[in-house]
C-alpha cells in the first residue's frame, strides 16, 4: 500500500508532511472512526474528501455530508482546513461551508488526526456552538427557537444531503 | 534406598558429621517431625545423616542423587531444619526454571534479529533439539508489539519516535517534531496544551531511546541508515552521526538522480569491508580478551569464532555489535539496489563489487552466528 514502516526504503521521497499524511490515511482505512470516511481526491495528497453521515437523533439525522480538506504543506503544525461541501444548516458552518472550530484554529495541536477532526465536527452537528457562531442568525434562531431551527436544519438535510 | 547412599560416603565424613551434630541433634529435629518420623519408620539417627549429608555436600555426583535424596525426604518437611536443608537444594530446581526465562529473552531478541537481518544467518550449526526450542518461542514472542508500536509511537510524526524527548507533563515525542511543534505551534504540550520550559524539552529521554531502539531496531536502523547514505562521507565512520530524518528523505530524492561514479561505489565497497573486517576483528578479540590463544590474520575468522564462543561479554557491547553489523547490511542492501540502477558496469569492476559483497556478507554472516551462539549459550 503506502510506504510502511517496515519498508525501510519508500519507492518515492516524500515530505515530512506527506509522510505524515500517507501514516494517517493508512490508520485512518485501518481503523475508521464511525459514520465517517476520508481519503484523498486525486493524486493530490494534500487533498482530501471526507463524508460524514448525520448523527441519528438530530436534525442531520440520515445526511451525507461532503467535505473538503486541504492540508497545509506544512502540516501537521498547521490545522488543515476544512470545508462543507454539502450545504448545511448550522450556526458554525460558515454560508460558504467553511467550518468554524477552535481546534482548527488558534486550538490546533499537531496531536491531532484528521480521525480527531471529522469526529469533532461530527460532534459539533450534534452540539453546536451558538456562542461562537459564524452565522448569528441561525445561532440566534438555536438559541431562541431550538425546535424551529431544528426543523430548518432537518429540512435543509433533506434538500441538499440525501 | 537412603542408607545405601549414605554407605557411599567416606566413614570419615560420617563419623565427622555424627560428632558436629549428635550435640545439638535436640534443637535441630522437633519433636512433633521426631514423632513424624517414627511414624513413617525412619530411625533419627538415619535421619540426621541423611539430612546433613545433602546440606554439607554441596558437590555430589549428580543431581539426579540428590534430588532423589530430597524426594525421598520431602514428606517431612515440618521442622525448621527440614526446610533450610530443602532450601539448599533448591537452586537445583531453580536451575531448571531458569532456563525458561532467558528463553524468552532470547525470543524476543531472536525475533528482532530474524527480522533485521535478511537470510543466511539463522543457518548455524546446531543441534535440532535447540532448533525446535528457538522456533516454539519466536512463535510466542511479543504478541503485544502492536500496542507497543503504537504506545511508542510519536503523536506528530506517527512514526515510532526517534530520539524521544518527554515534555514536563510526561509527553514524549520525537526530539524534532517537538522541535518544530513548539516553533510553529507555541510552547505547549502538544497533547494536553501544557506549557512546556523553554529549551529544556529538547533533552532525550534516554531511557526510553533505548527501549525503543531495542524494540524496533529494524526502523531505528532504517532511519539511521538513511541519514548515512545521504552523507556519503560518513559511510567510513563508525559511528553514525545523528542527522535530521526529515532532511533525509529530502535529499533522498536527488541520489538516484545523481549517482556517484562507480568508481566511488567500489571504493566505498572496499572501504566497508574493511570497516567490517576491523569490526568483527575487533570484536572477536575483545569477546575472548580472557582467553590465552594466539590471535592470528584475520583470514581465519570462523576458526577462531567457532573454538572460542560461549565466552560471557558485556550485553552492551553485544548490542552496539549487533547494531553496527545491520548498519552496514542495511547499507550494503542499500548500495546493491542502487548499483543495479545503473544500465551496466565494465565486467572487472562489478566482479569486484560483487567480490566484497560476498565477503561482507560472509562477515556478516559468521558474526551473527556467533552472537547467535553466545545468546543460546546465556
New interface residues.
Partial sequence: MISG??S??PA?????SG??IQ??MV?LNNDPPPHCSAGPKGDNLYHWIATIIGTPGTPYQGGIFFLDIIFPT?Y???PPQVVFKTRIYHCNVEPDGHVSMGILKDG????L?ITKVLLAVRSLLTNPDPYNAVVPGIAHLYLGDRAKHDDIAAEWTVRFAK | MVESEEQKRSPIIQKKLMESNSQNMATLISPRFKSAAAMAGWDEEALLLATLIVEDTPVRDSKHKKRFVLNSKSPHNNSSRKRRVLRNPRPIVLDLDEEETPKKDNGKKKKEKKNCVSEGINKVEENENKLTEKNSTTASALPCIDKL?EELSC??????CFEPSTTPCGHSFCRK?LR??AD??GK?C??C?QLISNGRSCTVNTVLWNTIQLL?P??I??RK??STTNNRQAASQIVIPETTF?TN??N??IQPIYPSSRRNDIDEDAALARILQRQIDTTTTRVHRNQTSSSSSSSNNVGRVRTRRGVSTNQDEDAAFALRLQREE?LQA?KS?SSSNHEEQPSSSSSTTSLGRANLRAMATRAMNLRNSRNRRM
Fill in positions: 514502516t517496515s525501510w526504503l518515492t521521497s516524500v515530505s515530512a509522510k505524515r501514516r494517517e490508520e506544512d501537521p503544525f498547521n490546533w495541536s499537531p496531536a488526526t | 508500536r503523536a506528530i510524526c506517527l512514526e515510532i517534531c518544530s511543534a510553529k505551534c505547549k502538544p497533547k496544551r524496533f529494524q526502523e536502523e532504517a541508515v538513511m526529515y528523505t529530502r533522498r530524492s542495511f542499500f539496489n
